[in-house]
């Protein structure tokens, strides 16, 4: 899950709880988290400390990190996402006046909507987890090897603080990727993200029986590897400001 992140840890004035009804967390689990990350400084050994926390702190209960987690599929199909949650190294000042337009970097393999892709997550948790992927460069599993993004860290400062935005995404055209890649091996062409690689690669001329074996492994990695545990939501924009609300501030 692409772009967003940092170090700084203090606490904005404008932190707002979801509400109790959010399937992603329940209040009391969430003011924990806020609690936990305020008691945090910008020191090597207190960022260390904050990794530790986040990584206990989303852990599924009786279920060891480095065992299977628990799925994003496990919701009801027909249930449908009514918000999901952004890092963002941008200021409130700017992303409340401006919204979120899309990502200005084309090297994803998941910017579906080219300039116009959003990139979210479901949950807190999800949250957590692209935390230590982009701001800690570690996996997002938690363990201690290099995370997915070590090749892109120039987008991603150090010793900045780092903004967690709410966002209301009723009636937007939203990407549940973990659901969108469930199937891949079996049935790519029921994916969008398939389908965006294959007209890339055609329009390329390079769409043959290796390519779309090599897709389909590849889309069934990313999301075996990265998106069951970043919860990643991809959403067209762009977004309004009028949608997105400061969650707190890292």
């Known amino acids: ?14 932190v707002k709880s979801p509400p109790a009804s959010d399937p ?18 910008q020191s090597p050994a207190q960022m260390t400390t904050l990794k530790q ?11 060891p990190i480095e065992k299977q987690e628990i799925s994003t599929n496990m919701l009801p199909k027909e249930q449908k996402i009514e918000c999901v ?42 949250i957590s987890r692209f935390f230590l992927e982009s701001v800690m460069n570690e996996n997002v599993d938690g363990s201690k ?6 090749k892109a860290r120039d987008l991603y400062p150090t010793n900045k603080k780092v903004y967690v935005y709410k966002i209301n995404v009723e009636l937007l055209d939203c990407i549940d990727v973990s659901k969108d890649l469930n199937s891949i091996l079996s049935q790519p062409t029921e994916s969008r993200m398939y389908n965006y690689r294959k007209s890339k690669m055609q ?18 990695t990313y999301n075996q590897r990265l998106v069951n545990h970043t919860e990643e939501v991809i959403v067209r ?8 609300t400061l969650y707190q501030t890292l």
Do not use: C
């Not at 200021?91 to 899309?102: E, N, R």
């Not at 090897?145 to 070590?150: D, E, R, T």
């Open 85 to 126: 949650y952004r890092l963002d190294f941008r200021k409130p000042s700017v992303i409340l006046k401006k919204g979120f337009t899309g990502t200005n970097n084309s090297r994803w393999m998941n910017n579906i909507f080219n300039d116009r892709t959003v990139f979210t997550a479901k949950s807190l948790r999800g």
């Open 203 to 220: 329009s390329l001329g390079i769409w043959d029986s290796e390519m779309r074996k090599k897709t389909k492994e590849k889309l069934n």
């Open 237 to 244: 924009g762009p977004i309004d400001p009028s949608r997105i």
């Open 1 to 14: 899950m692409p772009p967003l992140h940092s170090t700084g840890l203090t606490t904005s004035s404008n």
């Open 53 to 63: 926390r986040l990584k206990s702190h989303f852990r599924p209960k009786n279920d």
């Open 145 to 150: 090897k290099a995370g997915a993004l070590q």
């Open 24 to 41: 992603s967390s329940n209040q009391t689990s969430n003011n924990r988290f806020i609690k936990k990350l305020n008691r945090v400084s």
